[in-house]
């Protein structure tokens, strides 16, 4: 079945430490984004990439980076310059030229110690 | 600039109620609308969406939503509320401009009580 694989699901990291979350697409979608849920703030954008070796800065970018190096794969890495990192990361995709739709995978909680 | 107001951060109703989820929108062309549901810890679910033709849309688990372009509203329901409906819900809007992003409410938990 075709979707969107987040890894891991839970995260724990000590302060001052980087780490990189997995994103994995097989519905053949050009584009791709990262998300950052916090409790009643909804859904905030942190990047997004259209096409591969190609991405923009969302609402939120800093202390954030991603790559796109290939079609099916956005990872994101939260640095150490994140002053808030504790939150749940939701990767998504949608298709070209089309209504905006996102399809989202299941997300990964970070907590940071 | 597009945004989304979803109005209650909180709805509870009995089972057997009927569910009313508040969205409106803004937008300076014509929107695509859609509503997410998101269980605790997992991504987010499309119900329905608004793209054009008919303005009362049905979509899945009973929940369907009326776009009414006067009102800028977009307002979600359901006849008659399940325990398994409990859950938060997003209305989103997108600019219908080539590969746009979508913009989020801020989401409405909807509590259902036996």
């Known amino acids: 079945d075709g979707g969107i694989t987040q890894s891991p699901k839970y995260l724990f990291r000590k302060e001052g430490q980087n780490v990189t979350l997995s994103c994995e697409q097989n519905l053949n979608h050009d584009a791709m984004y990262w998300y950052r849920q916090d409790p009643g703030q909804g859904l905030r954008l942190i990047y997004y990439s259209q096409i591969v070796n190609d991405f923009q800065k969302g609402d939120i970018a800093e202390g954030y980076s991603v790559s796109r190096e290939k079609k099916e794969s956005f990872p994101l890495t939260v640095t150490s310059a994140q002053k808030n990192p504790t939150a749940f990361y939701l990767c998504a995709s949608s298709r070209p030229l089309d209504t905006g739709e996102l399809f989202f995978g299941e997300g990964s909680r970070l907590t940071v110690l | 600039a597009q945004s989304v107001t979803q109005l209650g951060s909180h709805v509870s109703v009995s089972e057997g109620a009927l569910v009313l989820l508040r969205c409106n929108y803004s937008?300076?062309?014509?929107?695509?609308l859609f509503w997410y549901v998101q269980y605790p810890n997992q991504g987010l679910q499309l119900l329905l969406k608004y793209t054009t033709g008919a303005t009362l849309v049905k979509g899945i688990n009973g929940f369907e939503a009326e776009f009414k372009k006067s009102e800028t509203s977009f307002h979600l329901t359901k006849p008659s509320a399940h325990m398994s409906d409990a859950a938060e819900y997003f209305c989103?809007?997108?600019?219908?401009?080539?590969?746009?992003?979508?913009?989020f409410g801020k989401g409405t938990m909807l509590l259902v009580s036996p």
């Open positions: 937008s300076s062309v014509p929107p695509y």
């Open positions: 989103a809007v997108s600019d219908r401009r080539g590969y746009s992003t979508l913009t």
